[in-house]
């Protein structure tokens, strides 16, 4: 017998709605909807913070045909407020799977919706960029779901990286996975780095652990003594949500390792903090270039 689920309402906080069936939670969750144009790794973006109040929408139109593992996750729970796909297949094969999507959906209680037109989604927002949304679960009111979508105020101004950084340091010693092996352990490190958590991904840690790095994770709001006292070669400003404008913290931290002559270097919002530091100025894209095929 094929599954049923109940339906679901996608809405933009501009009056357009999609009908489609809920594959998570109940209920309802609002944030900015973006779309992601990867094929694979929907664990690893659910679970990425840099995707914190947003709900992604996935352009490739089968998600869940290979389930979901443990080993896959870029934190220790999903991040993504909310998950949009086209279809979601019956049966889920892979020989690291543990769970469906749909099982992993409900356990984390994330709100998911598939059954829509993602083609005319994503149309929808490379034409007017990233829109507030909501999607509603098990509930049939589209005003209500629309309410709800522009009652989110968007992220222009919100600093999101000490929501989602650990709050106090540890060490990192994991290195990457290799068939029939899992992930491995670091052995005889050769250079120290420190690496600013404001959302970071687990395998980038896991990567810079691989090529000789012994490295420590500092909290987002850890200040540059902080840094500074733990002798580093290096400072690493991770990936992470929201606004880079408004985290003063991080980026009087960057102008003294810059200033010390610090080697420096940062992925995604660390970049920008990065920039900030340097004296440049900060936009946010119409479109932001989201998935795996992104020229760098």
């Given at each position: 017998m094929l599954p049923s689920f109940p339906s679901a309402i996608?809405?933009?906080?501009?009056?357009?709605?999609?009908?489609?069936?809920?594959i998570g939670a109940s209920g309802h969750t609002?944030?900015?909807?973006?779309?992601?144009?990867?094929?694979?790794?929907?664990?690893e973006i659910l679970t990425d913070p840099s995707y914190s109040r947003q709900i992604v929408t996935l352009t490739y139109p089968h998600i869940g045909n290979y389930g979901v593992n443990p080993e896959d996750v870029e934190a220790t729970?999903?991040?993504?407020?909310?998950?949009?796909?086209?279809?979601?297949?019956?049966?889920?094969?892979?020989?690291?799977?543990?769970?469906?999507?749909?099982?992993?959906?409900?356990?984390?209680?994330?709100?998911?919706?598939?059954?829509?037109?993602?083609?005319?989604?994503?149309?929808?927002?490379?034409e007017k960029g990233a829109q507030n949304g909501c999607i509603l679960a098990g509930e049939d009111n589209v005003q209500k779901a629309i309410d709800l979508a522009r009652s989110f105020p968007g992220l222009a101004g919100m600093d999101l990286a000490k929501v989602v950084s650990v709050?106090?340091?540890?060490?990192?010693?994991?290195?990457?996975?290799?068939?029939?092996?899992?992930?491995?352990?670091?052995?005889?490190?050769?250079f120290h780095v420190v690496a600013f958590d404001f959302g970071v991904k687990f395998n980038i840690l896991r990567m810079l652990a691989e090529r000789g790095c012994k490295v420590t994770v500092l909290p987002a709001q850890a200040s540059a003594a902080?840094?500074?006292a733990l002798n580093p070669d290096g400072i690493f400003?991770?990936?992470?949500?929201?606004?880079?404008?408004?985290?003063?913290?991080?980026?009087?931290?960057?102008?003294e390792f810059i200033a010390r002559g610090i080697p420096t270097f940062g992925i995604c919002l660390g970049h920008q903090i990065l920039s900030l530091a340097l004296g440049c100025k900060t936009s946010k894209m119409h479109l932001g270039h989201r998935g795996a095929n992104q020229p760098v």
């Open positions: 996608l809405a933009l906080a501009d009056g357009t709605v999609f009908r489609g069936y809920s609002i944030g900015e909807v973006v779309f992601n144009t990867a094929i694979t790794g929907y664990q729970k999903v991040h993504a407020a909310g998950l949009i796909i086209k279809d979601l297949p019956i049966l889920a094969s892979n020989f690291r799977k543990e769970h469906t999507l749909a099982h992993y959906l409900k356990q984390e209680k994330v709100v998911a919706i598939a059954g829509i037109d993602t083609r005319k989604l994503t149309r929808i927002l490379r709050k106090e340091p540890y060490e990192w010693t994991q290195t990457e996975w290799k068939l029939g092996e899992g992930y491995g352990k670091q052995d005889k490190p050769q902080d840094a500074l400003l991770s990936n992470g949500p929201g606004d880079p404008e408004p985290c003063d913290y991080a980026i009087a931290a960057t102008r």
